[in-house]
């Protein structure tokens, strides 16, 4: 079965820093691009960043200069660096990965979230 879970998630104080982790297991052939979204109460899921399989990377404009996805091919594992976040950062950030398991057609997994809460 594949499983992506997320950790990393907490309480942070505004200017403060979180590191999130992904980590995709369960049979995978061979993975595309990954990435982090986000849902804050009362919104659409949104893209805040995501990577290719070769490294390039894009960013929503709220995330630029301020987080940098990065990812381990060896560990199925995508990284999230926040660094001076804001209360407007407050919402649950999902991992996803588009990938192919053995036997499987290649398909978007989604983790089940992890909560990010910036407030004083």
């Known amino acids: 079965q594949l499983q992506l879970v997320e950790s990393g998630g907490g309480l942070v104080q505004p200017g403060g820093s979180l590191r999130l982790s992904c980590v995709a297991s369960?049979?995978?052939?061979?993975?595309?691009?990954m990435g982090w979204y986000r849902q804050a109460p009362g919104k659409q899921r949104e893209l805040v960043t995501v990577?290719?399989?070769?490294?390039?990377?894009n960013y929503a404009d709220s995330a630029k200069g301020r987080f940098t996805i990065s990812r381990d091919n060896a560990k199925n594992t995508v990284y999230l660096q926040m660094n001076s976040l804001k209360p407007e950062d407050t919402a649950v950030y999902y991992c996803?990965?588009?990938?192919?398991?053995?036997?499987?057609?290649?398909?978007?997994?989604w983790g089940q979230g992890t909560q990010v809460t910036v407030s004083s």
């Open positions: 990577t290719t399989s070769d490294g390039r990377t």
């Open positions: 996803n990965a588009d990938l192919n398991r053995v036997g499987y057609k290649r398909y978007t997994y």
């Open positions: 369960g049979s995978i052939f061979s993975i595309y691009d």
